[in-house]
């Protein structure tokens, strides 16, 4: 048995297919974590829906902020859905739409397995959250994703405004817990996230830090994975694994075994990109 966390898809297919192989995953005896962004940019998001999908029993899957987007999308009206890029557009149109978007929806925003030692989520935890607080506050909006009344939360969580505080309620509430979990990069020591700030380590403006390197953060009892932030690649240091090495910009796709005590990662190449686009990896 084997327990295996994979960086972001966004709609890589074959890589995935590759790497799935090289892994030699059985899904009779071992487990899957996914880090979010199941969907989007690679062309073959159905494709990798279907395929994660079909891994339901022995894959866990948490989302990410283009898996949100997805789902606020296929709430609008057919209109709306036909204005977005084609990759989405084949999922929002296929024959078994309601069931993958369905499947996705249940997802939740964190995963934690104490037993494993681990938790995982797409992008990052607000400095001030310790793993307990983070499992609540992702209960408060999975319950809402889940429910009837689903679209207010959809229709709502887009914006960089307002910043976490215990003190939010409502839809400002619920998009502050969003934007942490699946939107999280650099911040500021009381958490304000800098939304405009994509790239390496070093290239932030002064007075921002990278979400785990925060002065004063929470100390956390388990280890983190998570990915999101493709600059940052490959990244292990301060109980976070950051595994999202830019498949879908050109760079590679990456696994990282979890139920070892040794540093055990497996990599294969990421999309190819076309004539044309240039990597952000």
Not at 52 to 60: C, K, T
Not at 109 to 122: Q, T
Not at 140 to 156: A, C, D
Request: aromatic share 8%.
């Amino acid at each position: 048995m084997a327990v295996w966390a994979i960086g972001d898809l966004q709609g890589c297919y074959a890589p995935t297919q590759r790497l799935l192989e090289k892994l030699r995953f059985d899904p009779a005896v071992d487990q899957l974590w996914f880090c979010g962004d199941l969907v989007n940019r690679g062309g073959e998001s159905l494709e990798t829906l279907r395929l994660v999908h079909s891994l339901r029993e022995s894959a866990r899957v948490v989302l990410g902020n283009h898996d949100l987007s997805l789902l606020a999308i296929a709430e609008r009206d057919e209109a709306q859905q036909r204005r977005v890029n084609p990759d989405l557009q084949r999922v929002l149109f296929a024959p078994d739409r309601d069931e993958l978007l369905g499947w996705l929806r249940g997802c939740p925003l964190l995963h934690v397995d104490r037993a494993l030692g681990w938790m995982m989520v797409h992008a990052g935890l607000a400095p001030k959250w310790t793993t307990q607080m983070a499992e609540a506050h992702a209960a408060e909006v999975e319950q809402r994703l889940r429910g009837g009344n689903r679209h207010k939360l959809l229709r709502n969580m887009y914006g960089d405004k307002p910043a976490w505080s215990p003190g939010l309620r409502g839809v400002d509430r619920d998009r502050a817990i969003i934007n942490v979990f699946t939107r999280m990069r650099y911040c500021t020591p009381r958490g304000r996230i800098a939304f405009e700030e994509k790239g390496a380590p070093g290239t932030q403006v002064a007075g921002l830090y990278p979400w785990y390197e925060v002065p004063g953060r929470a100390e956390r009892d388990l280890k983190l994975v998570c990915g999101h932030w493709s600059t940052l690649g490959l990244f292990i240091g301060h109980g976070v694994h950051a595994i999202d090495t830019g498949a879908v910009w050109g760079g590679k796709l990456t696994a990282l075994q979890l139920d070892t005590d040794e540093l055990r990662i497996v990599q294969v190449p990421g999309r190819q990109l076309a004539e044309g686009e240039r990597s952000r990896g």
